[in-house]
Every structure is written in structure tokens, then in C-alpha cells.
């Protein structure tokens, strides 16, 4: 064990070329113990090179042993050669005691190339091996939760619980709470995270409480716990979007905006919060820092339809046609064809006198949006202007028979009949 000392003290203190002509002592003369006790502080330390060729060394000595080549597996995977990692389990006999940390590292593999399938056929051989293991129970969680399969994750984390509340670092709790809220089940997923967080105070499992909470409907508790996450941790930066979305839904606008401007100090490229930002400053009436804050959307991603939709009946609102028509261009030139943009394109176009271009958007609009009430009445009253009124009598003939009770739509049809 000395000898194993001194190499690690050597690599410790940097003096490697020393450490490399002990290590290759041991690799060619020193005893099969030494070698394994070398091969594990080797692998710890990351010398996954070195400890390989010891492992390998042990290997030529007892070529079936099963700890080994699962060792050898996991070195392998630590430097990316996940086809070299399952050839070396393949070689691990079923009757080895090594055999279901080996099915266990294989579905591991097989799960992160998204094969679930024959992960699970191994995760399930495992369980039929070791039926009361809950690391196997653990693993199948993983799994389904990646999945969706989110009932059957529920089922296996369920198991795992009664046994262990953490399993390599992560709490059962709260993968039950994700598993909940995935699945849509807000409410059940709150005492899981709640658990989760009397186990241990952690800021992850902390905001997917907050934004649980959110979803379902309990404001109050959401933006009491978005605050608590903003105090142990002001840079997290997912929280200042859904903690300014609770503040909107409970009609506190101003503490939503300034939510907003706070999270741009740490996210300043975040999309969201900038279209965000913007619809809440239309509420405030704030039209010129909605403008500001939309068209910033539009500058980190020139395809964002909601942010231009948006902007649009901003622009439209106050008759700035030309503006409208800069932001569908935008579309454009990204080769996006937006039914809605394409509306705001024709209304924009017939204010502006373009007749003839505007009728090219509207029927192609129409192509689209001919279920749309709203847009059928926009074309309709612009095909009559243009004295189209064949065109026009066949639209308000369709939005009567979708709205019989409607006395303008009534009164429309029956002026273009008699004029007909």
C-alpha cells in the first residue's frame, strides 16, 4: 500500500514523470493487488489510460471476473467509447454476481443512444434477478420519467421511496414531484416537492415547486416561492418570466414589469422575457417601451411570429401601416408565411391605397383563415369596396349562416341582394 501512496502523493504534488515510472513498475511487476488497489485511486484520480492497462493486466489473470469488466466498462464510458463499454459487458456470465450492475450500466448506455426498449428489457432482466433492489426500481424511474411514461416512473419511484429518499445525489421526492407535474397532476406533485425541500433546501427543486404551483392555479404560494428562490439566488434566471406572469395574473402589473426589467439585468438575451415585457406594457399603457421591448424580441429572433402578431396591432391600432409592413418583411425574408402576418399584410396594404396587392394577401389569407369570423368580415367589407360584390355577398352569406342573429351581417346581404 506504501508503494500505492507514493504514487498518489507524487501525482498530487505534480511530479508525474516520477508517479508514470512507479505506476509502470506496478503495471509490470507488481501483484495483482497492487494493481487493483492502483487501478481504483488511478480511476478516482482520472487517469482512466493508466488504470485501464492495470484492469486489463488483472483481466489476463481472471478473464471472467465480473467486477473487473464492469470496471473496465465504466473506464471506457468515462473516455466515450460507449461500443467498447458494451462489448466488455457482454462478456459477463449470468450466473456472475456482477451480472446485474452489468444489465443495470447497459441499459444506462443503450438509454442514452435512445433505446429505450432494450433498456428497459435490461432494466427488467435486472429486476427479474434482484426483484427487491431499488436501485433497479430507481433506474426504471429514470427511464419512464425520460419517456413520458409518467404513471409507470410514479409506479417505480414508489418503490424506491419506502427504502431510500435519495438514490446517487437526487431525491425520490422530487422526482415524484416531477413526475406529478409532468404528467399534469399539479396538485399531487406539491407535496412531493414540499418533502423534497424539508430533505434539503435546493434551488432546482425549489423553482419546479413555484412553477408547480403555478400551473395549478395557486398564485399566491407561486410567487411566494419564486421570491424565496430570488433570495437565496438572484441569478436564476428562469424564475423572473413565471414569477412575472403570477404577478400579471394577480392583476399586479407593475410588479410584473419591473419583474421583467430585473430578470433583463441577468438574461439580457432572453426572448421571452422582452415579448413578455412588452404585452405587459400595453397593459400599462406603456406603448412606446412596448414597442421598444417587442421589436428587441424581433432582433434575437427574427421568426418570432407572437412578438410581430403583437406588435402589429400596436402599430395598426395607431394606423402605421408602413411600420406593419417593415415587421411582415422581416417574415418575409426569413421565407415565413404566416396566415395572421399575411391579414395585418392586407389591411396595411388597403390603407395605403394598394388595392390590387392587398386583394392578392387577402385571398391568400383566405386560404387559411376562411373559418376565421373576424377576417371573413375584414375581406368582406374590403371586396366591397373594391366593387366586387358577388365576391363580397358569397363572404356575409357564410358569416350569416355562422351568426343568424347578427343584424349587420343581415342588413349587409340584403343590400348587395337588392343592389344585385
Not at 223 to 247: G, M, R
Not at 336 to 343: K, L, N, R, V
Not at 349 to 371: C, G, I, P, R, T
Request: charged share 30%; net charge negative; proline share 2%.
Amino acid at each position: 500500500m506504501d508503494k500505492i501512496s507514493k504514487i498518489i502523493t507524487l501525482l498530487e504534488n505534480g511530479q508525474h514523470e516520477e508517479a508514470i515510472k512507479k505506476y509502470e513498475a506496478i503495471l509490470r511487476n507488481g501483484t495483482n493487488d497492487e494493481r487493483l488497489l492502483l487501478g481504483e485511486e488511478l480511476f478516482h484520480y482520472g487517469f482512466l489510460d493508466e488504470a485501464k492497462a492495470l484492469y486489463e493486466r488483472l483481466l489476463e489473470a481472471y478473464p471472467e471476473e465480473g467486477e473487473i469488466l464492469v470496471t473496465l466498462a465504466e473506464i471506457c464510458l468515462e473516455q466515450g467509447k460507449e461500443d467498447e463499454a458494451l462489448q466488455t459487458l457482454d462478456k459477463i456470465r449470468d450466473t456472475d454476481p456482477s451480472f446485474p450492475e452489468s444489465l443495470l450500466l447497459q441499459a444506462d448506455l443503450y438509454q442514452m443512444e435512445g433505446l429505450y426498449e432494450v433498456s428497459e428489457q435490461k432494466l427488467l432482466k435486472a429486476k427479474s434477478v434482484l426483484p427487491n433492489e431499488v436501485i433497479v426500481d430507481f433506474a426504471l424511474g429514470e427511464l419512464y420519467l425520460e419517456q413520458g411514461r409518467f404513471i409507470e416512473a410514479i409506479k417505480s419511484y414508489k418503490k424506491v421511496l419506502p427504502v431510500e429518499k435519495e438514490i446517487a445525489g437526487v431525491s425520490i421526492n422530487q422526482r415524484l414531484g416531477d413526475a406529478y407535474s409532468a404528467g399534469g397532476a399539479f396538485e399531487e406533485a406539491l407535496p412531493h416537492y414540499e418533502r423534497a425541500l424539508d430533505e434539503s433546501l435546493e434551488i432546482n427543486t425549489l423553482f419546479h415547486y413555484a412553477f408547480t404551483a403555478l400551473q395549478a392555479g395557486m398564485t399566491k404560494t407561486a410567487i411566494e416561492k419564486f421570491t424565496e428562490l430570488k433570495e437565496l439566488d438572484h441569478e436564476y434566471h428562469s424564475l423572473y418570466l413565471y414569477l412575472a406572469k403570477a404577478y400579471e395574473r394577480e392583476e399586479e402589473l407593475e410588479l410584473s414589469f419591473e419583474t421583467i426589467q430585473e430578470g433583463l439585468r441577468y438574461d439580457e438575451y432572453n426572448k421571452e422575457l422582452y415579448f413578455i415585457g412588452g404585452k405587459i406594457a400595453l397593459k400599462l399603457g406603456k406603448e412606446d417601451e412596448a414597442e421598444v421591448f417587442l421589436r428587441q424580441a424581433l432582433v434575437l429572433d427574427p421568426e418570432f411570429i407572437e412578438a410581430g402578431l403583437t406588435i402589429n396591432k400596436l402599430f395598426l391600432h395607431h394606423e402605421r401601416y408602413e411600420d406593419v409592413l417593415e415587421i411582415v418583411g422581416i417574415f418575409e425574408s426569413n421565407g415565413i408565411e404566416e396566415p395572421h402576418m399575411i391579414w395585418d399584410e392586407a389591411v396595411a396594404l388597403q390603407n395605403l391605397e394598394k388595392y390590387s396587392q392587398a386583394l392578392n394577401k387577402y385571398q391568400l389569407a383566405y386560404n387559411f383563415l376562411k373559418n376565421d369570423q373576424e377576417f371573413l368580415t375584414d375581406y368582406g367589407y374590403f371586396l366591397m369596396e373594391e366593387g366586387k360584390r358577388d365576391d363580397a355577398a358569397e363572404i356575409f352569406n357564410v358569416l350569416l349562416a355562422n351568426d343568424p342573429s347578427n343584424e349587420e351581417f343581415a342588413e349587409v346581404v340584403q343590400r348587395l341582394s337588392d343592389e344585385g
